[in-house]
């Protein structure tokens, strides 16, 4: 379908795309941000998206790039899914992103979209809101107020919205160092490249002695927005690795969620898959027994 007409401009700077946002907002306007355009452009084209104003950020510099901040990484706004699978602080550092962002659809998309596009965008269905959520990230956000910096549990709010304000452009993520975790993205998919019906994201660091000493589990799917199964690691914390053990911790994995009901599965199918790749995620992040 061709999209509904709406103006378009570029901003050279985050200043002046914040300006352009706020301006909008001012005017009754709806505008919508496009960065690497996976998700929006979609939306666009089969007109669930009716925006007036698109204001085309993928080309402001200094939004993109991974850089060390001492006890985390910082990554722009911009960054490709491609360039983050590819930096080796990221894998390095922070291997439980690297591994999810791999699953991103394809090449084509992976080379696009952007880490915070994704972010932004805030499907329950995308695999990195799930990962940000397990790792603890805070999202960095620039608005006519100056910056703000969100935690990942406050970001997503509901179904495709998050605590973004109108006039507000998401420019950074910063996500702590897991060296020494062992991490795991798990999810299942009807067919290859789409999206995940449930996936896990698991970072579980194990005692010297073996046993678990803490995990980190993010659920894709499982609700309105991206889930954080903290029964599961309460249950993990002090459990050795055997599968037994694993398994009678993900039997919560499902505790506290809204997984929905369509066509792909029933809330109890996803129930049921949250449970069996919670397992298989801990288990492959923990290591052999």
């Given at each position: 379908m061709i999209p509904a007409a709406f103006d378009y401009v570029r901003p050279e700077s985050a200043g002046a795309a914040v300006s352009a946002l706020a301006e909008a907002e001012a005017a009754g306007l709806e505008a919508k941000v496009l960065a690497g355009g996976q998700s929006?452009?979609?939306?666009l084209r089969m007109r669930l998206a009716f925006p007036?104003?698109?204001?085309?950020v993928g080309r402001i510099p200094g939004l993109r790039g991974v850089r060390d901040d001492g006890d985390a990484l910082v990554i722009g706004a911009l960054t490709t899914h491609h360039e983050v699978l590819a930096d080796p602080l990221v894998r390095r550092h922070a291997g439980l992103l690297a591994a999810a962002t791999a699953t991103v659809a394809d090449p084509a998309v992976r080379h696009r979209g952007t880490l915070g596009g994704s972010l932004a965008h805030a499907d329950p269905a995308a695999d990195l809101p799930a990962v940000a959520l397990a790792l603890d990230a805070e999202l960095t956000a620039e608005g006519?107020?100056?910056?703000r910096t969100v935690p990942a549990r406050e970001f997503f709010t509901d179904y495709l919205t998050t605590v973004l304000a109108p006039g507000e452009l998401l420019t950074e993520i910063r996500v702590p160092k897991y060296d020494g975790?062992?991490?795991r993205y798990e999810k299942f998919s009807r067919a290859a490249q789409a999206w995940a019906l449930v996936g896990v994201a698991a970072a579980v660091r194990r005692h010297d002695g073996g046993r678990i000493a803490e995990a980190r589990i993010g659920l894709t799917s499982m609700g309105p927005t991206p889930v954080?199964?903290?029964a599961v690691e309460a249950a993990l914390a002090g459990a050795d690795t055997t599968e037994e053990s694993v398994a009678a911790a993900a039997s919560a994995a499902a505790q506290g969620t809204r997984?929905?009901?369509?066509?792909?599965g029933s809330a109890a199918y996803r129930a049921h898959l949250a449970r069996v790749l919670t397992r298989r995620a801990v288990l492959a992040a923990?290591?052999?027994a």
């Open positions: 929006l452009l979609p939306l007036d104003l698109v204001v085309d006519p107020g100056g910056r975790w062992g991490f954080r199964a903290a997984p929905a009901a369509d066509l792909s923990a290591g052999p």
